[in-house]
């Protein structure tokens, strides 16, 4: 252990602790606005500045390794004046149009300028105006607000392995952009969003989709359907003041009926469908020499990412479309044809966690017969916006449900939004259909967690299943590196594109205090868990609206009508 005394508190640190981490375990607050544990510590803000006996200049907190007898200031004048000095260079930079940001009261600048009483922006310098990136159907990208701390350059390159933006240029031209600046459309972006998640600024935010569908709710030709993915339900509360994991499906029904929706269906409800179609698909190819490991297919930004940089695996991608597009898909044909509904005049708007449910939903392979299985996809976020928008009181709503005949769904459909989710609902059903009984046993642990890379072996009567779970592109690619070259083997491996899964996607409601993310990822994967628990029905195939649909009418799983409307594949 190191000793040394922060602003007159004796304390010890383990070696290799930053003075940053000494001075927060003693709630000290050093401000940071590039500081991300683990991802970005290189001292680019310069807001953690701290003074240190006996040395020459001020130094940055986040990489400055604690050492013995050291004595830090944290809030001298020298350091006071110093930080005032850089934010409000910083300031003089940013693109200030607070009020009509999308960031507005979620910005990390505008809570330290806050906290630091900063009340003039003493410095008017040169700037230069960039053109706002806005071909991308999910991310834009405005370099005129962007403060240069990095954040989304490391999240890009270390945790999603994709590393498509970096800084260019010297001096005050310094940017954060592409190769050869072109749009992230053009480059090899996943989609993913976790750049926005990270970024501290209204830099980066998601392409805004709320206009197409007011339009939508506001012509009386269309007949508008919502549906909502397993993770919003235990995030939008969070945009209205409810503490993090809460469970708000039923206030989200309601607002979504306020809001004008003809119908509003479960995401739930398709993703117990998809282990039906993805779990037949595995046993078939595990009983037929077919191509294994079988990878999951329903996060696009793990899809996209496979497609740039892992093409060799993309026939080990199940066949399934994603939940929210197999709903979609329905919606425009088994539930038109029941309600004798012109399919050309349904609307299917997706609430996702996700960014990249934008791109896919405009994939030409997720159409059926011309028709896209979904018409626009709103995040969490602008759902939240949409409610606030509508002047309406979400915590004051009474609890309503989902409309039926796709509406309906068991406790393996909702614990999709965390990773491990899908491997756990997924063997329920598989443990189920190889043994030929209704098995107790449902609780699937090893696949549960926030560990990068988790593996299990599971006894299916003679078979031992081999699985493992990734989530993260990052640690998508070191996984399949592995498999690659030979160093391990499995039947089945689920991939989710982000870090924790849906609960914590592009879209969801922004961590302004970042140390808090880990605990944010457990609180509402523990949200699932609990509405998993709480269920009756808890295996997909008990689901009676599933049974309903395939007597009704798609026949068998894997069957003609459903390749038809729930498969595709992708290819090179
Ligand atoms: Fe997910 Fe999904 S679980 S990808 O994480 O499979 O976005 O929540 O909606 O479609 O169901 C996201 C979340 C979904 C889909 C489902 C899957
Ligand atoms: Fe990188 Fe994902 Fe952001 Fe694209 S969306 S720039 S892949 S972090």
Redesign the pocket.
């Known amino acids: 252990m190191v000793n040394l005394t922060i602003d007159g508190i004796k304390t010890q640190a383990p070696k290799g602790t930053t003075v940053l981490e000494a001075a927060r375990s003693l709630n000290i607050n050093i401000p940071t606005l590039c500081y991300l544990k683990d991802i970005n510590e290189v001292g680019a803000c310069r807001m953690c500045l701290v003074e240190v006996k006996g040395a020459r200049a001020l130094q940055a907190a986040c990489v400055l390794p604690v050492s013995e007898g050291m004595e830090v200031k944290t809030n001298s004048k020298a350091v006071r004046e110093a930080r005032t000095t850089v934010l409000k260079l910083i300031l003089a930079r940013h693109e200030r149009e607070c009020l009509t940001c999308s960031r507005n009261l979620k910005c990390e600048l505008q809570k330290l300028a806050e906290d630091m009483g900063i009340d003039t922006v003493d410095y008017e310098g040169e700037k230069i105006h960039y053109k706002v990136d806005m071909a991308s159907p999910s991310i834009v990208r405005d370099q005129n607000k962007c403060i240069l701390c990095g954040r989304c350059i490391s999240v890009c390159k270390n945790v999603q392995g994709a590393g498509v933006i970096n800084f260019a240029r010297r001096g005050i031209k310094t940017t954060v952009t592409t190769s050869y600046d072109r749009s992230l459309s053009d480059v090899a972006c996943i989609t993913c969003g976790q750049c926005i998640k990270v970024c501290p600024v209204g830099a980066l935010r998601e392409k805004d989709d709320r206009d197409r569908v007011w339009e939508a709710l506001d012509n009386d030709e269309l007949y508008v359907i919502a549906q909502t993915?397993?993770?919003?339900r235990v995030a939008l509360g969070e945009e209205f003041g409810l503490p993090v994991g809460t469970n708000v499906e039923g206030k989200m029904v309601a607002a979504l009926r306020r809001l004008g929706f003809d119908k509003v269906f479960d995401?739930?409800f398709?993703?117990d469908l998809?282990i039906i179609e993805e779990g037949t698909e595995l046993i078939n190819r595990i009983k037929n020499g077919g191509k294994l490991p079988m990878i999951?297919s329903?996060?696009p930004g793990w899809i996209k990412y496979c497609e740039h940089y892992y093409s060799d695996f993309l026939d080990n991608l199940s066949t399934c479309k994603?939940?929210?597009?197999m709903l979609g898909a329905l919606a425009k044909s088994y539930y038109a044809e029941k309600m004798n509904i012109d399919p050309k005049k349904i609307f299917v708007v997706?609430v996702?966690?996700?960014t990249a449910?934008k791109f896919e939903s405009g994939r030409d392979e997720l159409t059926v017969d011309g028709l896209r299985d979904v018409d626009a996809v709103l995040t969490t976020r602008e759902l939240a916006k949409m409610i606030k928008e509508a002047g309406i009181d979400f915590k004051s709503l009474e609890d309503d449900k989902f409309d039926r005949v796709m509406g309906e769904s068991t406790g393996a459909?909702v614990i999709?939004?965390t990773t491990g989710?899908?491997m756990e609902a997924a063997l329920r059903t598989v443990a189920d259909l190889l043994e030929g009984k209704d098995l107790d046993n449902i609780d699937y642990t090893p696949v549960r967690g926030l560990e990068g890379i988790k593996e299990a072996t599971v006894k299916i009567g003679d078979l031992d299943v081999k699985v493992a779970v990734a989530h993260g592109t990052g640690n998508a690619g070191k996984l399949l590196e592995r498999v690659r070259n030979g160093e391990a083997d499995y039947h089945f491996i689920e991939v989710?594109g982000c870090p924790g899964?849906?609960?914590n996607?592009g879209g969801q409601p922004i961590i302004i205090d970042k140390e808090k993310t880990e605990e944010v990822c457990r609180l509402r994967a523990q949200g699932l868990y609990d509405i998993d628990k709480g269920m009756v029905l808890r295996k997909s195939h008990k689901n009676p609206e599933i049974k309903a649909l395939y007597d009704d009418y798609l026949g068998e799983a894997n069957g003609h009508k459903a390749h038809h409307l729930l498969h595709t594949h992708y290819v090179k």
């Not at 993915?229 to 919003?232: E, G, I, K, M, T």
């Not at 994603?322 to 597009?325: C, D, E």
């Open positions: 993915a397993p993770a919003v995401t739930d398709a993703a998809t999951t329903c996060s994603s939940p929210h597009q997706s996702m966690p996700c449910k459909a999709f939004g989710g899908v989710m899964g849906c609960i996607g």
